[in-house]
Structure formats: structure tokens, C-alpha cells
């Protein structure tokens, strides 16, 4: 199954208008897409309360992974959206 | 007809009328009762269509607002919207509770995992609460509680703000907020002070208001007027044109009227104000709260990440004074890594500077970070530290601070210990900062997260002045600046009392400041001096800003 390993670059951790956009995004894929800690859980990346209740901080890793047709490119997006860093695009 | 004002605490200067619109309750749950089987399909068809009426409620409202609202109604939206949490409730529909109960159940989960992440996570939680009162009172045909939404300009009335209604709050809706709790350092008044509206808070006898009832707000005096005359509202508004008028025309550094300076500067506390803060017209800032830095976190942030952070702020501000203020971990701000979990009475406990004995690897890191990030920009920076009691714990402070290359460095006076001695304080800093919020805290033995003490806590207490009058002199015998950066600097008749005192700098909300300007410059110092003998004299809070207002002729 596609996955992507990607570390946290919103200094406010998964949460807010970060975990928003993720959330937004997620239920805009073709595909299923789950996200958790290495090893954990997985939950659905379209859930704002189970992204949320992560408690996902800055420069935490997480996981994504889907299946399917489009999964890598599902996968590329949401990864990208959470490296960025969402909190200083605001602040700017 | 038209009786005595009612009563509270005026926050937020200027008057306002309009009809009444009140925020409708939460609902009460009722009792339990038995889901039949048969019935288990109707209850989980009503759990969930009250989930969907809460998130198109919400989605409508994010639509028509813009900025940081739409983004919090968006947020909710999707909360409320969440399948997880509709499973989650019709899971427990299937167990036999009731749909009140099944959401009820579902969100208290999401809740408890919340809660459990902690920091900006564990502050979701009341929205949940607001989402969950709002799904259970449609199962149960009630108005959905939170801002009403009369379809006219009205004065907000209810027992108090909840964090997540200041974001939704819709300024060209809300002529005044009148709310039954809360006191002057509560949500609803530091909203007020941003917005700019009118605010009285502790008024109890504000729950006799009803819908629609026409209403006169004054937030100078802290009276609220049912059914006002015409000719009394047509004198408010003359008076609050002028203010207004006044606000706006005045610019630059604060003067009173005779030329004594007094430095209007800004309070930060998170990466998201710096803009609107670095755009006020102020002398720069009086407040740099840095826990924003620390919150939310296993550890510690480390050099670089500081640094980075300070270099922003000061290169939005070059040319400006930056005050910072050290880490205040402790009492209402607990971080793992620097407060102990178990003390009975943190607010009493190792909190704000006295953390550095334990842990001073933090406040070294820390003051390291500043230096560097001040050497590269061209901020004036100053820093102090929150929680001095003793003259040697400034002292100890600033001679690390000095080894750091900070050349300014102050002490915060918010235990009355420190106020009474600032002499000595002085003797050993470059400045002293008055935190009028905790002061008042401690010098009256109230909580400031009481609404029920918050007469004890409020900023005209002519105890808590008389502190700030003796810091003031110290200072000044000293040649020292004095500012103070409690919400009293934001209150334009207070802000005469104040400097009048003895005080040389005012730190407030950015949204404050042209109030507070436009005040000190109807005034020669001799006459601040005069209404702050005034306030020193009354016996009591109340007495001491109606003797100021009055002699001040409600010119302010």
C-alpha cells in the first residue's frame, strides 16, 4: 500500500487551520486516505475530530497511506500540505 | 418608561444603545429515556440530522463572514459535520440511550482524547461543548444556543462570552456586550478592548433584560439603561462622536495636553498579532509575552527555533523598543518541562521567574536567543522578568541578562511584595513593569479566574492604585521608567489616573491605544494628577471611577 512519511511543519502542530486544509483536502481525494503515528493506529484523514484528537505536534512524523488508483498523487498533495508551515504563512 | 441604570463593570470605553438580543442558554438534558427497538431508527435518523443542522447552521455563517471568523466557523463546521462523530453517536443510539443522550455520549469522547493531547488541542474542548449544545437543542426543539442572529444591529446580552463566540462575534452587529458574569480580565472584556465596543460585565441584574428591549450601554460608568429617553440616548451619541472623532484625529507618541510623554505601546503574545501590532500606530511593544513558544510541547524550544522567532518580532518592530518578558510558566500556563504537576495552589506556587532556580538552562537558552536575535535587527530590546518578589531576585536576573549582552533589563512588580519595596527593585534595574492583573490578583486574595470576585479584581481598586502609585514614586526617585501592562492601560479614564500617578508608559491591545491618546491629550498632567488624588480617596472601586468620570466632565 502507497505511504509517505512526513514531518509536521506548522509550528501550531495538526491543529487549526492546518488540520482545516488537511481535512478539506483529504475529503476531496478520489481515494481513502488514513494518517497516524509509525506503528499506531491509523484513522480516516477526512475526520477533523480523529485528525484532531492525534494530537499531532510540530516536527512530529506521521504516516499517510492509501489505496487505490490516484493514491499516489492523494498522498503527494496531503504530504506537502502537511510540511508546510501553514502558522508562518499566516503570521507574514 | 425609564428607572435607575443597572450596575456592573464597565470594560471597553464608550456608549452605545440598541435593542437587546440574548444569547440563548445551553439546553438542559433531560432525563433519560428508554429507546424501544423499534424506535432505534427514528432516534438515529434525529442524532444525526441535528449533526448536519449544526454544520450547515455553521457553514452558512462561515459563508457571510470573512478573516479569522469564517476560518473558526469553517473549523466547527467540520466538526460538527465529522462521520466519525455521527457514527460515534449512532453507536450509542444502539446501546439504548436517546438521541440527547447518544450525542451527548459521542462528544464527550472526542472530548476526553482532547483533553488528553493537551495545549491547543485540550482548547478545542469547549467548542465541542458549544457543538454539543447545539445538536442536543435541535433533537430537542430549542433555539440553538450561542450569538443570536436577529437580522439587525443589537447589544449582546448573556451570562458570559465563551472563548469560541469572541471569534464569531460580527463587529458591525454588536453595538455593546452586556454580559451577567465575568470580570474585568475575562474574555468578553478583552474583546471589548480589541473590537472597541462597550462593555459592562458583572452585571447579574442584566438577566432581567428581555429581547428587544432598547438599551443605553455605558462603558465609562458601567451602567446599562433600560428603555433610556430619547433625548438621553441623543447625549450618548453626541458624546460618543466626539470620542470617536477625538480617537481617530489623534496620532503619534501620547502626550498630555501640556507635552509630559507617555510611551503608548502594544501587547503580543502570539505570531498571529504581529502584523496588526506592528501596523498600530504605537511606540512599540510593552508586552512580548513569549509562551507561545513553549505551550503545547514535550520540551523546550531550543536556541535556534527561539531565535527565529524574537528575530520577527523585532525586525517588525526596528526603530521601535521591544520589551520582553521571560518565560511565565506556572499557575494558568503549566508546561511539563518546567512546572511541578503537583503543587496544591499553583498561582502560589513556582511560577514565572522563581521556575529559573529550578531549571536555569531555560531562562540561559532563553535570554541567549533574544540577545542574538537583537543584534541582527534594529529593535530597541528590552527584557524583565515576570514574578520578581524579592530585590535579589532582579538582581540575580539582571546581571544574567547584562552577561547575555541585554543592556535593559527590568523586573515586573505583580506581588505586592515587590510594589512596596520598588525602591530597592530599582536600585538594582533599568525599569519596572506593573502586570495590574496579577497585582490585583495577589494584593486582594481573589482569583482572577473568578467572575465571582471580580469586584476585588477590578483595576480602579483604590488598594491596587496605591501600589501603583508607590512603584510609580520608586521609580521615579530612581529615574526609572514605570509602565504598566495589566488591562488597565487600555481604559482611557484610567490611563489619566495612572499617569498621574507617577506612570511613564501604557501597554494595551493595539485596538485600545487611539482611546487612550486621544485622553491623555485633553489633560495637562497636573489635572491626571488631580483625578488620581481623586481615586486614591474614594473608599471603593465603584466610588473611585465615578469621582474620576465626573470630574473629568465625560469628556473621555
Same mark, same amino acid.
Given at each position: 500500500?502507497?505511504?509517505?512519511?512526513?514531518?509536521?511543519?506548522?509550528?501550531?502542530?495538526?491543529?487549526?487551520?492546518?488540520?482545516?486544509?488537511?481535512?478539506?483536502?483529504a475529503g476531496r481525494q478520489p481515494v481513502a486516505v488514513t494518517v497516524?503515528?509509525?506503528?499506531?493506529?491509523?484513522?480516516?484523514?477526512r475526520s477533523m475530530l480523529s485528525v484532531l484528537a492525534l494530537g499531532a505536534k510540530h516536527g512530529e512524523t506521521l504516516v499517510l497511506a492509501a489505496e487505490g488508483e490516484g493514491a499516489d498523487a492523494a498522498l503527494d498533495e496531503l504530504a506537502a500540505l502537511v510540511a508546510a508551515d501553514h502558522d508562518a504563512t499566516e503570521s507574514a | 418608561m425609564t428607572g435607575a441604570p443597572l450596575r456592573g463593570i464597565g470594560v471597553g470605553g464608550g456608549t452605545a444603545s440598541g435593542p437587546v438580543a440574548r444569547m440563548a442558554p445551553p439546553p438542559a438534558l433531560p432525563a433519560p429515556r428508554e429507546v424501544a427497538a423499534g424506535e432505534l431508527p427514528a432516534e438515529t435518523a434525529a442524532a444525526r440530522a441535528a449533526l448536519t443542522a449544526v454544520a450547515e447552521d455553521l457553514g452558512r455563517r462561515a459563508a457571510a463572514a470573512d478573516g479569522e471568523a469564517a476560518d473558526v466557523l469553517t473549523a466547527l463546521g467540520m466538526m460538527?459535520?465529522?462521520?466519525?462523530l455521527a457514527d460515534s453517536a449512532e453507536a450509542h443510539v444502539r446501546q439504548g440511550q436517546d438521541a440527547p443522550h447518544a450525542l451527548t455520549e459521542a462528544f464527550a469522547g472526542f472530548a476526553a482524547t482532547l483533553r488528553a493531547a493537551g495545549g491547543y488541542f485540550a482548547e478545542r474542548v469547549p467548542d465541542l461543548e458549544d457543538l454539543r449544545d447545539r445538536a442536543v437543542a435541535h433533537t430537542l426543539g430549542l433555539p440553538?444556543?450561542?450569538?443570536?442572529?436577529?437580522?439587525?444591529?443589537?447589544?449582546?446580552?448573556?451570562?458570559?462570552?465563551?472563548?469560541?463566540?469572541?471569534?464569531?462575534?460580527?463587529?458591525?452587529?454588536?453595538?455593546?456586550?452586556?454580559?451577567?458574569? &465575568?470580570?474585568?480580565?475575562?474574555?468578553?472584556?478583552?474583546?471589548?478592548?480589541?473590537?472597541?465596543?462597550?462593555?459592562?460585565?458583572?452585571?447579574?441584574?442584566?438577566?432581567?433584560?428581555a429581547d428587544g428591549t432598547p438599551v443605553l450601554v455605558d462603558g465609562t460608568a458601567g451602567t446599562v439603561l433600560a428603555d433610556p429617553s430619547p433625548g438621553?440616548?441623543?447625549?450618548?451619541?453626541?458624546?460618543?462622536?466626539?470620542?470617536?472623532?477625538?480617537?481617530?484625529?489623534?496620532?503619534?507618541? &501620547?502626550?498630555?495636553?501640556?507635552?509630559?510623554?507617555?510611551r503608548l505601546m502594544v501587547n503580543l503574545g502570539a505570531p498571529h498579532e504581529l502584523a496588526a501590532a506592528a501596523r498600530a500606530d504605537s511606540e512599540g511593544v510593552g508586552l512580548f509575552r513569549t509562551e507561545f513558544l513553549y505551550l503545547d510541547r514535550a520540551s523546550a524550544p531550543g536556541a535556534e527555533e527561539q531565535r527565529e522567532a524574537y528575530r520577527q518580532v523585532f525586525e517588525a518592530f526596528a526603530g521601535r523598543r521591544v520589551v520582553v518578558r521571560t518565560l511565565d510558566a506556572g499557575a494558568d500556563k503549566p508546561l511539563p518541562f518546567a512546572t511541578a504537576a503537583d503543587e496544591p495552589n499553583p498561582a502560589?506556587?513556582?511560577? &514565572?521567574?522563581?521556575?529559573?532556580v529550578r531549571h536555569p538552562g531555560l531562562l540561559d537558552t532563553q535570554l541567549a536567543a533574544v540577545a542574538e536575535a537583537a543584534r541582527s535587527t534594529g529593535a530597541d530590546v528590552w527584557v524583565m522578568a515576570p514574578m520578581v518578589s524579592v530585590p535579589a531576585e532582579a538582581r540575580a536576573f539582571a546581571e544574567r541578562a547584562r552577561a547575555h549582552g541585554l543592556p535593559t533589563v527590568g523586573a515586573m512588580v505583580e506581588v505586592p511584595a515587590a510594589a512596596l519595596r520598588a525602591g530597592q527593585l530599582a536600585e538594582v534595574c533599568d525599569f519596572l513593569s506593573i502586570g495590574t492583573n496579577d497585582l490585583a490578583q495577589y494584593a486582594f486574595a481573589a482569583d482572577r479566574m473568578l467572575g465571582s470576585l471580580a469586584e476585588l479584581l477590578d483595576p480602579w481598586q483604590p488598594a491596587l492604585l496605591e501600589l501603583v502609585r508607590q512603584t510609580a514614586e520608586a521609580g521615579a526617585a530612581h529615574g526609572r521608567p514605570?509602565?504598566?501592562?495589566?488591562?488597565?492601560?487600555?481604559?482611557?479614564?484610567?490611563?489619566?489616573?495612572?499617569?498621574?500617578?507617577?506612570?511613564?508608559?501604557?501597554?494595551?491591545?493595539?485596538?485600545?491605544?487611539?482611546?487612550v491618546r486621544a485622553a491623555l491629550a485633553t489633560r495637562t498632567l497636573q489635572e491626571c494628577r488631580t483625578l488620581a488624588g481623586l481615586a486614591l480617596a474614594a473608599p471603593d472601586a465603584v466610588a473611585a471611577r465615578t469621582a474620576v468620570a465626573e470630574a473629568a466632565g465625560g469628556t473621555v
Open positions: 500500500m502507497p505511504e509517505r512519511n512526513v514531518v509536521i511543519g506548522s509550528s501550531s502542530g495538526l491543529h487549526a487551520r492546518p488540520a482545516s486544509l488537511f481535512v478539506q483536502a497516524g503515528r509509525p506503528g499506531e493506529r491509523a484513522v480516516d484523514a | 460538527a459535520a465529522d462521520p466519525a440553538m444556543p450561542g450569538l443570536p442572529d436577529p437580522g439587525h444591529p443589537y447589544v449582546l446580552v448573556g451570562a458570559d462570552l465563551a472563548p469560541a463566540d469572541t471569534a464569531l462575534l460580527d463587529p458591525a452587529q454588536v453595538l455593546a456586550l452586556v454580559t451577567e458574569e &465575568g470580570g474585568p480580565t475575562s474574555h468578553t472584556a478583552i474583546l471589548a478592548k480589541i473590537l472597541g465596543l462597550p462593555a459592562v460585565v458583572a452585571c447579574p441584574e442584566a438577566v432581567s433584560l438621553q440616548v441623543a447625549d450618548a451619541a453626541a458624546r460618543e462622536e466626539r470620542r470617536r472623532r477625538a480617537a481617530a484625529a489623534s496620532s503619534g507618541p &501620547g502626550r498630555t495636553a501640556d507635552g509630559h510623554p507617555v502560589l506556587g513556582v511560577r &514565572g521567574l522563581r521556575t529559573a514605570v509602565g504598566v501592562c495589566g488591562e488597565a492601560a487600555a481604559d482611557p479614564l484610567l490611563a489619566l489616573v495612572l499617569t498621574g500617578l507617577g506612570v511613564t508608559s501604557l501597554s494595551a491591545a493595539p485596538g485600545c491605544l487611539p482611546a
